[in-house]
């Protein structure tokens, strides 16, 4: 069966890159960052972002995997050692759908007296019902509430999104 691919492995890299570039854009002046990457695919995708970061700047960016069950209504908890001093964080997912995942996902940070948290992206559906605001999206697309988004890594890197 082939794939419905709405992204191939070099659209999906621009879209990486250019959300770093914003990233860095929107956050002037900060010399510290936190990703924290929901696992497994937001935590591969915060590992390429950091990266291209690390390429194009002297952004210092730490890596904070989430272990979160998607299906349940418990936010992931977080050790204090990753927050003490970071004043900017961006939670990171490859696809949201309904914004519950990324919702339950911002909720130990609130509490953390963070500056700035903002959230990331790939592939973001338009239908969301949590009232999640998507800071850099890769590609926003129209599907059906049937329509199911997968993004492909081999190896750590994006081969594609795909539709199915």
């Known amino acids: 069966m082939s794939k419905n691919y709405i992204l191939s492995a070099d659209k999906a890299k621009m ?5 770093a570039y ?5 956050n002037n002046g900060i010399k510290k960052i936190l990703l924290a990457g929901i696992m497994d695919n937001g935590l591969l995708m915060a590992e390429l972002l950091k990266s291209i970061l690390i390429e194009i700047s002297d952004l210092e960016v730490i890596i904070l995997p989430l272990k979160m ?5 418990t936010p992931p908890v977080i050790e204090e050692t990753y927050v003490n001093d970071i004043s900017h964080v961006i939670v990171i997912d490859d696809v949201v759908n309904s914004g519950k995942t990324l919702m339950y996902a911002l909720l130990p940070f609130l509490s953390k007296g963070i500056n700035r948290i903002q959230t990331l992206t790939l592939v973001e559906r ?3 019902t ?7 999206v890769g590609v926003s697309l129209a599907t059906t509430l049937e329509d199911h988004i997968q993004v492909e890594f081999i190896e750590g ?3 594609g999104a795909y539709l199915h």
Do not use: F, G
């Open 69 to 73: 069950d998607k299906s349940s209504t």
């Open 130 to 136: 949590y009232p999640v605001h998507v800071d850099y």
């Open 22 to 26: 914003e990233i860095l854009e929107r």
């Open 157 to 159: 890197v994006i081969t």
């Open 126 to 128: 338009s239908y969301k």
């Open 15 to 19: 879209k990486m890159q250019r959300m």
